[in-house]
């Protein structure tokens, strides 16, 4: 008789970790637009200050 007990953890599967946004950079709006990401507001993808010209927080407007 065997004393050992059952593994409880199913065999197969893999803990994988969640699936990330990549990093999104546009050089220029000329590139946004081109991309379909214009406007882009500040937070989200593709948004940095040198599309932004008038620092409202919206850039390639």
Do not use: K, W
Request: one cysteine or more; aromatic letters at 4%.
């Amino acid at each position: 008789m065997s004393t050992a007990t059952p593994d409880s953890t199913p065999r197969g599967l893999v803990d994988t970790p969640p699936v990330t946004e990549t990093t999104v950079y546009y050089q220029n709006c000329t590139a946004a637009r081109e991309a379909g990401g214009a406007p882009v507001s500040i937070g989200g993808p593709g948004y940095g200050p040198h599309l932004d010209r008038d620092g409202d927080g919206v850039g390639c407007e």
